[in-house]
């Protein structure tokens, strides 16, 4: 069956980085993007990026321009987000998610997620 | 910048009907998604395309969308319900990835 099998919860202080990765399995792992969503306390979820794992092309929201990247490790099947210059307002639940893919194309939305990892920036 | 709105709170007892609504200028043109997360637990995709159930999701569980409005209803509410939904949707300017603020959804 599909999984997605995400890092644990860290704590970081700010201005530092934070690294979370996303093992996949129970699917060709290059058939399908992979997201990343994270959701603050009190707030939606939000849309931060993509990665195309079979060629590793990303895809970031305007927001995280620059701040941001994902990368892929095709020999075990694992996704990277790497979120640096944290502040406070990035405390949050991080998600990676695949999105559905078939054999004639990815269809825009998300058919399973990670158990989520917390991301704590404290001083 | 393109907004779903959902309410933040629906509360039904046990059997009765629980619709969650999403509100969105875009969903006459785009398709609305739904999700299931469980305290602690990875979300579930409930429905896609609008009305579409996921595999696996029980018969109770199913989605609508009219003009603005995206409706997910659950017929006979299960206590094992309980749970925060949201809806997800593109932005129809600029295919932006947007979802719903989210539902709590009582059972008791």
């Known amino acids: 069956q599909v999984q997605l099998v995400q890092s644990g919860a860290e704590v970081k202080k700010p201005g530092a980085s934070v690294k979370v990765s996303c093992r996949a399995s129970?699917?060709?792992?290059?058939?399908?993007?992979i997201h990343w969503i994270r959701q603050a306390p009190g707030q939606g979820l939000e849309w931060m990026g993509m990665i195309n794992p079979d060629n590793g092309n990303t895809d970031y929201e305007q927001k995280f321009q620059g701040r941001v990247s994902m990368t892929r490790d095709t020999s075990t099947t694992t996704v990277f987000m790497e979120l640096s210059g944290l502040r406070s307002e990035d405390t949050a639940i991080f998600y990676c998610a695949r999105e559905f893919c078939d054999s004639s194309s990815c269809h825009g939305f998300f058919d399973y997620w990670g158990q989520g990892a917390l991301v704590t920036v404290s001083s | 910048s393109y907004e779903l709105t959902q309410p933040p709170s629906v509360s039904v007892s046990p059997g009765q009907t629980a619709r969650i609504t999403c509100s969105g200028d875009?969903?006459?043109?785009?398709?609305a998604y739904w999700y299931q997360r469980k305290s602690g637990q990875a979300p579930v995709l409930v429905i896609s395309e609008d009305s579409k159930r996921h595999s696996g999701i029980p018969e109770r569980f199913s989605g609508s969308s009219s003009g603005t409005v995206a409706t997910l209803t659950i017929n006979g509410a299960q206590v094992e319900d309980e749970a925060d939904y949201f809806c997800?949707?593109?932005?129809?300017?600029?295919?932006?990835?947007?979802f719903g603020g989210g539902t709590k959804l009582t059972v008791l």
């Open positions: 997800y949707s593109r932005d129809t300017r600029d295919n932006r990835r947007i």
């Open positions: 129970g699917y060709p792992f290059k058939n399908s993007y």
């Open positions: 875009g969903l006459p043109k785009k398709y």
